[in-house]
């Protein structure tokens, strides 16, 4: 069974910091260089980080620098760890596989709100 499930997500002030989790099924994505994606309203889809699974990350421009991705393998969840958050950071969050496309299955994603 096919399962992505994001939390940790909410409301915080410009500057503040949030950390994002997700749980991923074992036997689909466990062999997956996982990523990070983030949907803003009115936007498309966009990758943030990703992470392979011997734990090499890479990161877009607007993310480098201040996010952190990370994976527990023994734990089944990728991280993201998001400090010096920005209004424009403002997205539902969500975590699939990297090269994911819209047709394959996500979950239901995380709202970060950065707002004063």
């Known amino acids: 069974q096919v399962q992505l499930v994001e939390s940790g997500g909410g409301l915080v002030q410009p500057g503040g910091s949030l950390r994002l989790s997700c749980a991923y099924s074992?036997?689909?994505?466990?062999?997956?260089?996982m990523a990070w994606y983030r949907q803003a309203p009115g936007e498309q889809r966009e990758l943030v980080a990703r992470i392979t699974t011997g734990g090499y990350s890479l990161y877009e421009n607007s993310a480098r620098g201040r996010f952190s991705i990370s994976r527990d393998s023994a734990a089944n969840t990728v991280y993201l760890q998001m400090n010096s958050l920005k209004p424009e950071d403002t997205a539902v969050y969500y975590c699939?596989?990297?090269?994911?496309?819209?047709?394959?299955?996500w979950g239901q994603g995380t709202q970060v709100t950065v707002s004063s």
């Open positions: 074992t036997n689909i994505f466990s062999s997956e260089t």
């Open positions: 699939n596989r990297e090269f994911a496309q819209a047709h394959d299955y």
